[in-house]
């Protein structure tokens, strides 16, 4: 067909749609921006360290989120709930069993998985808002739980996990035992983040993907398309609950000390949400921008009281819904056209009444 | 025995209160397809006026909890027609986050005003209560109870015999329907988010009578909200009424079972039963997909 | 001569309430054939469609697809065996674009199984071209007009390769030249071995284009068989077409086909 030579150049474009670029100029930018943020425990300060770590750790939990809510349509407030679990389990295998990290993680995660598959058969059934409260429902639920087992978990008091301690090359490269402290869990992080770009890369590229986002369309068209929703929508929801899952237990290494408000907390389900939604729903790099806009802005006002932070990711969200309802990458793509007041005035009307 | 009566009875009372804070939830969310996730903070905002009617002015909560209400209600219509109205046909993620927004601001503008630390409206009744043998029943919960019910009748009354009330329920019914036969939808709107904002304050300055108020404590309430409208089906009053009374008895009579501290979680394992079995409600009928 | 029939319903009856949608209703079309399906509306042809494909359960009765039971199987299963249908009210896949939605076809449906994505971009780019819209590939589907997003409709569900397609008022909103040209599209599909259950209000199309016709009133069957015999039915008149018309139209068709 007169087609087959031109389908490499609309095929990559159709794939991608721009999201990564001109192939591989992209792969290039990537690649020294890996070196980069592979150099900074060198370089940076301890602050700086910390801030990444966690920026890194709040962008895999808004990639997460992105694929089950984003790319397939099912809008989870509750996906916190992953991240507790993959911290508590971490948490209580290393104290309760004494097992070494990297198994108390591995059990964690799997922990998380099966739980995904065994909450996700049913409320998966659910569609739009339903399904959203049943998750808030069910991380609620979970959090009241976790706090009233106390004689398990430590209850509201919290618990504390021994911290990693660094292999003795890594404290040697960054010189003393603190910025190696700091730099393991920078790197771990590290590592995450970029498993889960790659992972969600991965599944946006492939049939699986394509079957995702059919169903996010609609569903029953993707069914009569051939498309096994419910399959698909579970092995999302395991996907997604993998990495915060990870994620938790990095986390509960790192900050040593883990309670059920923080790590079942709606803060973090919310900042997932705002993050992806400010960056871009079902893009790849939308988490990436909302979470560094996100994190910057916030970081600026942290300085000042908490509840002026939480009030003004409260104006955020609000502004965001009403103004970028598709997220700064996309409406970036859009370039001029989209910020005229005529524009601007079609977007307001667009969803009222 | 004496044990599980005063369960029930305060289980009865307690649903009272639930079944005001949903009332309003259930109906915006019937009416519109909104999911109001700031219904809490409205609540919370009905409670601190209240409160500071007492303190300030010395008016009774029972008094104040109803001009609370007028208050919540300017508040909810102006919130409906200026900023939730820009949402209210997006795709159901973009209310729910606007929603959740307005709550953050909401919640946290108050903790910058009043700070996190509890309040009370001490009234000379606070403590006392009815009693009958070993059983208790307080002054001020059933005062709520009462004034719970009469703001139902009159949410009723008002739903089936005024005009406008009929509106409302044809919009809810049908959306196109009621816009061909001349309803005026985004007044209907605006008049439907009032009236849950007015019922959750009605509900705030009834429960700073009979508990201590704090800005954080409106995300409690919303949840309950969605319990008893999952109980009692969407845009169901009659049902909302009666997911609150079982919302209430389920949780004191779990608590007197399982324990104090698992209270909260009843609801929510109920919650998601019910979504899961009987998405429709005990009472209700069909949902917004 | 026993052939499996591509398609056959049996005594399938679907009821909500005191209503009843479907009632009664048995057929078969063999392969290869045309068979159109006419009614007024709510005489229960989409319900009908729908309980074809799986996206609605029966009250009673059965569906074969060339001779498998697929009362148990859900809509996905049916589309592998080969089943492919149109929607009456389309449903353009929101959020992609038009090679992708082609594509899902492709990579879902009873031939998608072993398509990797390369093959299966491939196979979309010929359902596109097969319709006339490969012009339009990389537009978002939000762009499409109406008539476009049927021939969208047919694209995809082409690209999955079906043996038996279901097609739900392609026609309605076509100016004669678009309808005549959809009706050779159809027609050459059709000799190209598919099978093809043609729902239509548009009387021309229905009645040149089947080789039978079944007619459903109130979710009954009131007539079955060759289209001309069909549009002299007493009941069919009475219940559909009247009669002016329906001589009109016999007289056209025993015209177009001899």
Redo the contacts between chains.
């Keep these: 067909?007169r087609?087959?030579d031109r389908?490499a150049a609309?095929?990559v474009?159709?794939?991608t749609?721009g999201r990564v670029g001109a192939g591989s100029l992209a792969v290039v930018a990537l690649a020294v921006g890996l070196l980069v943020l592979l150099g900074v425990p060198f370089v940076g300060s301890g602050y700086v360290v910390r801030f990444l770590t966690e920026l890194f750790m709040l962008i895999v939990l808004a990639q997460a989120w992105n694929l089950i809510?984003g790319l397939s349509g099912y809008?989870s407030?509750g996906h916190v709930v992953f991240f507790g679990l993959g911290a508590y389990a971490t948490g209580l295998l290393m104290v309760r069993l004494g097992l070494p990290f990297a198994v108390a993680l591995a059990g964690a995660a799997l922990l998380a998985v099966t739980f995904a598959v065994l909450i996700g058969l049913?409320?998966l059934?659910?569609?739009?808002?339903?399904f959203?409260?049943?998750t808030?429902?069910?991380a609620?639920?979970m959090r009241?739980?976790v706090?009233?087992a106390s004689g398990l978990t430590g209850g509201g008091m919290g618990l504390n996990v021994p911290p990693l301690r660094p292999p003795p090359f890594l404290a040697a490269a960054l010189g003393g035992n603190v910025a190696a402290s700091s730099g393991l869990y920078y790197y771990l992080m590290l590592a995450l983040l970029v498993v889960t770009m790659l992972v969600t890369w991965l599944v946006m590229?492939?049939?699986l993907g394509?079957?995702l986002?059919?169903i996010?369309?609609?569903e029953?068209?993707?069914?009569?398309?051939?498309?096994?929703?419910?399959r698909y929508k579970t092995i999302a929801f395991a996907l997604s609950a993998l990495f915060p899952a990870l994620a938790g237990g990095i986390y509960a290494i790192w900050f040593s000390y883990i309670d059920p408000v923080t790590v079942f907390g709606?803060n973090f389900s919310?900042t997932m949400?705002?993050m992806t939604?400010l960056g871009g729903?079902?893009t790849l790099w939308g988490p990436v921008v909302g979470g560094v806009l996100l994190s910057v802005v916030g970081e600026v006002l942290w300085g000042k009281?908490l509840?002026?932070h939480?009030?003004f990711?409260?104006?955020?969200?609000?502004l965001v819904?009403?103004f970028l309802?598709r997220g700064v990458v996309a409406t970036a793509r859009e370039g001029r056209k989209a910020l005229t007041p005529a524009a601007i005035r079609r977007n307001?009307r667009?969803?009222?009444? | 025995m004496d044990i599980i009566l005063q369960a029930v009875i305060n289980g009865l009372l307690l649903g009272g209160i639930y079944a005001v804070v949903a009332l309003g939830f259930s109906l915006v969310?019937g009416v519109m397809?909104v999911?109001n996730v700031s219904h809490g903070a409205f609540v919370m905002l009905g409670a601190f006026a209240t409160y500071w009617l007492f303190v300030l002015f010395g008016l009774d909560p029972f008094v104040g909890a109803p001009l609370a209400m007028v208050a919540l209600f300017v508040v909810g219509y102006a919130i409906q027609k200026y900023?939730i109205?820009?949402?209210?046909?997006?795709p159901?993620?973009?209310t729910?986050?606007?929603t959740?927004?307005?709550?953050?601001?909401?919640?946290?503008?108050g903790?910058?005003a009043w700070s996190a630390d509890f309040r009370s409206v001490n009234t000379a009744y606070a403590g006392q209560g009815l009693v009958l043998g070993p059983l208790v029943i307080p002054y001020a919960r059933a005062g709520t109870l009462l004034l719970a019910l009469l703001a139902s009748a009159a949410l009723f009354a008002f739903m089936d015999r005024t005009r406008t009330g009929n509106a409302i329920r044809a919009t809810r019914m049908d959306l196109e329907a009621a816009e061909g036969v001349g309803v005026r939808?985004?007044r209907i709107?605006a008049l439907t988010f009032a009236i849950g904002a007015a019922l959750a304050g009605l509900a705030g300055g009834l429960i700073s009578a009979t508990l201590p108020i704090t800005p954080i404590m409106g995300?409690t309430y919303t949840?309950k909200a969605?319990?008893v409208t999952?109980l009692g089906g969407l845009g169901n009053m009659g049902g909302a009424l009666v997911g609150g009374i079982v919302l209430g008895l389920a949780e004191t009579l779990g608590a007197t079972v399982f324990?104090p501290?698992?209270q909260?979680?009843i609801g929510?394992?109920l919650?998601?039963l019910i979504?899961?079995v009987r998405?429709a409600g005990l009472l209700g009928r069909a949902?917004?997909? | 001569m026993s052939t499996v029939p591509a398609l056959e319903v049996r005594h399938l009856a679907r009821r909500f309430g005191g209503l009843a949608a479907v009632d009664d209703v048995s057929f078969a079309v063999q392969p290869g054939e045309i068979l159109g399906l006419i009614g007024p509306n709510g005489a229960g042809k989409t319900t009908l469609v729908n309980l074809i494909?799986?996206?609605d359960r029966p009250n009673a009765g059965d569906v074969l697809l060339f001779g498998q039971s697929v009362r148990r199987l859900?809509?996905?299963?049916r589309?592998?065996l080969g089943l492919?249908?149109t929607?009456q009210v389309v449903?353009?896949?929101?959020?992609?674009?038009v090679?992708?939605n082609v594509?899902?076809?492709a990579?879902?449906?009873?031939a998608?199984h072993t398509r990797d994505?390369?093959e299966a971009?491939?196979q979309a780019?010929?359902a596109l071209?097969t319709v006339g819209l490969?012009g339009k590939?990389?537009a978002p589907v939000e762009e499409l007009t109406l008539a476009d997003r049927k021939a969208l409709e047919l694209a995809?569900?082409l690209a999955?390769g079906p043996r038996l397609l279901l097609l739900d008022e392609v026609m309605a909103g076509l100016n004669p030249v678009e309808t005549d040209a959809k009706i050779a599209l159809l027609r050459r599909l059709n000799e190209g071995g598919l099978t093809l259950l043609v729902i239509e209000h548009v009387m021309k199309v229905v009645m040149s284009l089947s080789h039978r016709v079944l007619v459903l009133h109130h979710g009954q069957q009131i007539a079955q068989g060759p289209p001309a015999e069909v549009a002299r039915d007493e009941g069919v008149i009475r219940a559909y077409l009247g009669q002016r018309y329906s001589e009109a139209l016999a007289a056209e068709v025993e015209d177009a086909t001899g």
């Design positions: 067909m087609e087959g389908l609309p095929a474009g159709a794939l749609r809510g809008i407030f049913p409320i059934r659910l569609r739009g808002h339903y959203a409260i049943a808030f429902g069910v609620e639920g009241q739980i706090t009233t590229h492939r049939r394509f079957g986002r059919a996010r369309a609609d029953d068209a993707a069914a009569v398309l051939g498309v096994d929703c419910t709606l919310v949400v705002i939604l729903i079902g009281f509840e002026l939480s009030a990711l409260g104006a955020v969200l609000v819904v009403i309802p307001l667009r969803y009222s009444v | 969310w397809n999911i900023v109205n820009l949402v209210v046909r997006a159901i993620y973009m729910l986050i606007l959740f927004g307005l709550d953050l601001l909401i919640v946290n503008l903790l910058i939808i985004d709107y995300l949840g969605f319990v999952a324990g501290g698992y909260d979680a929510y394992v919650l998601v979504l899961v998405p949902y917004y997909a | 494909t799986g996206l859900p809509p996905h299963a589309g592998r492919a249908r929607f449903k353009p896949l929101l959020g992609m674009t090679r992708e594509m899902v076809g990579l879902f449906g009873a998608g994505m390369a971009g491939r780019d010929t071209a490969d590939a990389q995809r569900a999955t």
